[in-house]
């Protein structure tokens, strides 16, 4: 299999780090692309969008939480992904409240990169709410706790990561701080020390 990411991407770190956590990583050649422009990427693709799984046969997965959920059928290793009941709604709930931390911050990052006369305050600060209102539910949220590890949590840490490497400023901390220390753990995670942005 090969897997199309960017080092800076925290969708490709949820799943570079899901691969790391379920020893699935030898089997999977992974290659840094620009999503920008990339004939090769688009291929695979055609949203142009990483990560990207391309399959042994052919096929690609695309989206994150497609590409994990595919990475969690694999082999007999502990699952990220609980298989019913509530363990498994409140998983994939913490997933999508961190996935929507991660959209509303790459909004926030594309629409900085703009020139500052056409840059709109009005969505920066509806982002910016959306981002801290999460975080606050999250920080709630039982998945979260759980001693055993889950796709929510990987993807909680990708966000809060993503967070400080590009918004340091948002202060997150201050709506959530159960989550402090709850992170401060996770930075020392393997997986997640592997997969640092440069």
Same mark, same amino acid.
């Given at each position: ?35 920008? &422009? ?5 291929? +695979?693709?055609? =949203?142009?969008? #990483?990560? %990207?799984?391309? *399959? /042994? ?64 305050? &009005? ?5 910016? +709410?959306?981002? =801290?209102?999460? #975080?606050? %539910?999250?920080? *709630? /949220? ?57």
């Amino acid at each position: 299999m090969q897997l199309f990411y960017s080092p800076t991407s925290p969708y490709a770190r949820k799943v570079r780090i899901a691969m790391l956590e379920r020893g699935l990583d030898a089997g999977v050649e992974v290659v840094s692309v620009s999503p920008f &422009e990339n004939p090769v990427l688009a291929a +695979a693709n055609p =949203l142009s969008k #990483i990560p %990207a799984l391309v *399959l /042994e046969d052919g096929q690609a997965l695309y989206d994150s939480p497609v590409i994990c959920e595919y990475l969690d059928s694999l082999e007999t290793a502990p699952q990220l992904i609980p298989v019913d009941g509530d363990a498994r709604w409140a998983t994939l709930r913490l997933q999508a409240l961190a996935d929507g931390v991660l959209d509303a911050a790459f909004s926030m990052v594309m629409e900085r990169r703009r020139p500052a006369p056409e840059q709109s305050q &009005e969505w920066l600060g509806r982002w910016q +709410a959306s981002i =801290l209102r999460a #975080i606050a %539910a999250a920080d *709630l /949220e039982p998945a979260t706790r759980k001693s055993d590890l889950n796709l929510g949590q990987i993807s909680l840490a990708c966000a809060l990561g993503y967070l400080d490497f590009r918004h340091a400023t948002i202060g997150w901390q201050g709506v959530a701080p159960g989550l402090v220390g709850w992170f401060e753990d996770w930075k020392s995670r393997p997986s997640f020390a592997a997969t640092t942005p440069p």
